[in-house]
């Protein structure tokens, strides 16, 4: 059952890399995984910029999104996983936390199982791209850590969530 799961995961890794809209649109933000000099308004360099949270950077995005029920991770966020998994194996002393989150459908069960889904889908991919086990923590909020609090669909949509947290920025 395992290598069956695992060959799935794999062959929809592979799909996901065949596209090039995707994987063009974040290849520059994929490989300037380091902190970059910025420049000030007088044109000289400032700080070095985290890529963490650098909002050029693909790793500032931090939410994988879920359709209603579901716990697959879409085509769409799978460079976003790729990208985080890509800097903890460059990265070895960093270690996150992915937090499954529901909306507030279902009940505190059964969300907080989903959430546990949501999270260690995450952490799945980012296993088979490389990052050892030990650098990811998961942990399921299921509807208890909402990002918004209003009860409508465009609430729930933003409530369906894994989020990647840095120990560092806890």
């Known amino acids: 059952m395992k290598r069956i799961l695992l060959s799935m995961l794999l062959t929809g890794l592979l799909a996901a890399c065949a596209t090039t809209g995707v994987k063009e649109n974040h ?29 050029h950077n693909i790793l500032s995005k931090r939410s994988i999104y879920y359709d ?16 985080h998994a890509k800097y903890l194996m460059a ?26 889904r ?12 490389g990052v050892p086990a030990k650098q990811i923590e998961t942990v399921s909020f299921g509807e208890e850590k909402p990002k918004l609090t209003c009860h409508n669909a465009s609430c ?4 369906r969530r894994a989020d990647i947290v840095y120990r560092d920025e806890q």
């Open 156 to 159: 729930w949509k933003e409530n």
């Open 68 to 83: 209603f029920d579901k716990y697959n991770i879409k085509p769409e966020y799978r460079p976003i996983v790729a990208a």
């Open 118 to 129: 949501r999270a260690d889908g995450v952490k799945k991919m980012m296993v088979v791209l």
């Open 27 to 55: 290849k520059a933000a994929v490989t300037e995984a380091k902190p970059v000099a910025e420049t000030s308004a007088a044109g000289m360099p400032s700080a070095m910029m985290n890529p963490l949270t650098d909002p």
């Open 91 to 116: 990265h070895a002393s960093a270690d996150v936390v992915l937090q499954g989150n529901t909306d507030e459908r279902g009940s505190r069960e059964y969300n907080l199982a989903l959430g546990q």
